[in-house]
C-alpha cells in the first residue's frame, strides 16, 4: 500500500481509504485493512487455492496506490485474482466507474483434443478440419464453427496397435466465445470459467459417447465429399481445458515492479490468547480436585477403623500369623531382592 501524502489512508471520520478481500461472488468478506499511517505500509495473506475480489476504496487518480499479487493499481479499483498451487494469478483490473456503468466482456478460449476413428489413411485432409468445426459447433448451444479453429492433428499415439485400412485421429482444436454472451457466466472468476470447461466437457463427452457426435461428422463428411469413415468409427473427447481469457473493458493491469516477498526473514512465533490459557487452568483445576477425592476416598478406605483385629482364639488368627511369617528360601527369590555391598558402577545423573 502506498500514499503520496505519506500520512496513510486511515481518517477519524471513517472517510479514508481500505482494502477488502472477498469471494469471487463479492458475498463473503474474508479480510479487510488500512495503511494506518505512513507513505508505505504491507500485510501479509494466507489464501488457499480459489478466486477472489478484491476492492480498494478511495477517490480515483492516476496515483499507485497498491500493489498485489504481481499487479500494480489505483484507488477506487477491484482486482479479481485467482490462486493456484499456491501461486497468485490476477485476472482483471475494474476501475469503479466501469463497475457501476460500464461493461466487461470475458473472451475465452478453451483447448481440446478429439480422437475419431475410422480414417483410411495416416493423414487427416485439411477438409475434415472445417467439417470437424462445424460438427463440434452443431453440439454445443453457444459455440460457433467460425470460432472454432483446428491447430493440427496426428496419429493417436493410445493406439495399442493399428491397421492400415482404419486409423484413429486426435484433432487438436480451439474455441473462442464471451461467457457472458454464450453461457451467461461471469468470466471475471477464474472458477467459474474452469467449471464452465468442466461442464462443457461431460456435455460433449456424452453425446460422443451415444455416437450423437459421430453420426452428425459421418453425414457432414459424405455431405462435402471429404473422406468416408469406416462403419466402426468412434470419437472420443480426449480433453477439454481453459486456454485463455482476455477482459474486454478492463484496466489495461501494469505489471509489479517490487521483488517477490522473501518469507525466510520473518521468525515464527506463538501466540497463546487469553482463552486459551483460562481453558487450561480450568482443566488442570478439575484434575486437581479430582485427583484429590480419589486420593481421600482411597485413604478413607484403608484406615485402620475399617478392620476389626482378630480374637487370639480364632482359627483364622493362626493362619493369618503365617502367611505374615513367611519365610521363602526359594533361590529365584533371594536373587531378586539380595543386595550387592560393593556395586561394580554406578550411575550418575
Not at 18 to 38: I, N
Not at 161 to 170: P, W
Not at 262 to 291: M, P
Not at 311 to 332: K, L, Q
Amino acid at each position: 500500500m502506498f500514499d503520496e501524502e505519506g500520512d496513510g489512508w486511515w481518517m477519524t471520520d471513517y472517510s479514508g481509504e481500505s482494502w477488502y478481500l472477498a469471494d469471487d461472488r463479492r458475498e463473503k468478506l474474508f479480510h479487510t485493512g488500512t495503511l494506518c499511517d505512513g507513505s508505505v505500509g504491507s500485510c501479509n495473506l494466507c489464501l488457499g487455492d480459489g478466486s477472489y475480489t478484491m476492492r480498494f476504496t478511495g477517490e480515483a487518480s492516476n496515483f499507485t496506490a497498491w500493489d498485489f499479487c504481481g499487479v500494480t493499481g489505483h484507488r477506487a479499483q477491484e482486482l479479481t485474482f485467482h490462486v493456484l498451487k499456491g501461486a497468485c494469478y490476477a485476472d482483471a483490473v475494474v476501475s469503479l466507474q466501469t463497475e457501476c456503468t460500464g461493461t466487461v466482456r470475458s473472451d475465452v478460449v478453451l483447448t481440446g483434443v478429439v480422437a475419431v476413428s475410422g480414417f483410411p489413411s495416416e493423414v487427416a485432409s485439411e477438409g475434415s478440419y472445417s467439417v470437424l468445426s462445424k460438427s463440434l459447433a452443431s453440439m454445443v448451444k453457444g459455440w460457433s464453427a467460425d470460432k472454432i479453429k483446428v491447430v493440427s492433428s496426428s496419429l493417436d499415439s493410445r493406439s495399442a496397435g493399428r491397421r492400415l485400412s482404419d486409423f484413429t485421429q486426435d484433432f487438436t482444436f480451439e474455441v473462442e466465445f464471451i461467457a457472458e454472451e454464450a453461457f451467461g457466466v461471469d468470466g471475471r472468476s477464474y472458477s467459474n470459467v474452469e467449471a464452465l470447461a468442466s461442464d462443457l466437457f461431460n456435455s460433449l463427452s456424452s453425446k460422443m459417447s451415444s455416437g450423437q457426435f459421430e453420426s452428425t461428422l459421418q453425414l457432414e463428411l459424405a455431405l462435402n465429399n471429404v473422406v468416408a469413415l469406416s462403419a466402426s468409427s468412434t470419437a472420443e473427447l480426449v480433453s477439454l481445458e481453459v486456454g485463455r481469457v482476455v477482459f474486454v473493458g478492463a484496466e489495461t493491469a501494469t505489471v509489479s515492479s517490487l521483488p517477490p516477498v522473501d518469507y525466510s526473514s520473518y521468525e515464527e512465533s506463538v501466540n497463546v490468547s487469553r482463552y486459551n490459557v483460562e481453558s487450561i487452568a480450568v482443566f488442570f483445576g478439575v484434575a486437581v480436585v479430582g485427583f484429590v477425592a480419589f486420593v481421600g476416598i482411597v485413604r478413607k478406605g484403608m484406615t485402620t477403623d475399617s478392620y476389626q483385629t482378630l480374637a487370639d482364639d480364632s482359627e483364622r488368627a493362626a493362619d493369618v500369623r503365617e502367611m505374615e511369617m513367611e519365610t521363602s528360601t526359594s533361590p529365584m527369590v533371594q536373587s531378586a531382592f539380595s543386595l550387592d555391598s560393593a556395586p561394580a558402577s554406578s550411575l550418575k545423573l
